[in-house]
């Protein structure tokens, strides 16, 4: 297992054609425990994906540190597994395929494939191991992206906004497949989503981010037993909490998108806590 340390970071995009530059988010601290299932959560634009990105490797801090269990991160490892919104599987490749490529520099391939095996089962795929992603539907995709994770057996799991693009009942049953696999191998998770509900459903803590340039602006802990029910008093009572805290953010965000179009006391109308609030940035 392993703990995440962000550390004073600041991440400043450069537009060299237009000599101007972009703060995304700057002096931000953040501990996350070995085992800990973490949310990040916000408008758009106040970069939750970018924040993920830097933990991942797959981008560079302008400022700051991030560590894993002490160690400086400035590449991609196999100590973090990435989840993406689109599953990102190899079209040429049977399911099981996809899933053992990913191990076969890890183990012999009779090993990969048990393991593949497994995992796959994890994840109600076991009757779909030698289709092929165009054969699957978006839930079954990312289900085989989620298997191909875990089977990696990373310390860490990076999951940006893997249930976005999928319908609510999908989105509903991979929330169940995703705590069951994350109790029983306790891994450490960075979740980012839109989404104050499955915020709940899924986190041991929430960390709200605010608008550009962005940063921490709150901090829950969901102290709720699992399986966490939507309806229980104690749910709806942290979930209006927490839009209560990000209800300023969001007006600014809708104000730079909408200018003179908006209504505050309309969108405050429109606006639930469903709605997404992301944007990979």
Known sequence: MAGIQIENVRKTFENKKEKKSHT?????????????????????????STLLNIVAGLEQATEGTVKVDGKKIDSPGTDRGVVFQEAALMPWMTVLDNVIFALKKKMRKEEAKKRAVEFLKLVHL????????HELSGGMKQRVAIARAFAMDPAILLMDEPFGALDEQTRSNLHKEVQYIWATSRKTVL???????????????????GTRPGGIIGEFKVDLPRPRKQASAEFIAL???????????????????????????????????????????
């Open 191 to 209: 979740f980012v989503t839109h989404n104050i509900r499955e915020s709940i459903l899924l986190s041991d803590r929430i960390i709200l981010m």
């Open 24 to 48: 995304v988010f700057e002096n931000l601290n953040l501990h996350i425990s070995s085992g800990e299932f973490v949310s990040l959560l916000g408008p758009s634009g106040c970069g939750k």
């Open 239 to 281: 979930e209006e909490k927490i839009m209560g805290q990000l209800a300023g953010e969001i007006e600014k965000v809708m104000r730079e998108e909408m200018g003179d179009d908006y209504n505050s006391q309309k969108a405050s109308l429109l606006y639930s806590s469903n709605r997404d609030m992301g944007g990979h940035i």
């Open 126 to 133: 076991s009757k779909f191991i030698d289709s092929y992603p």
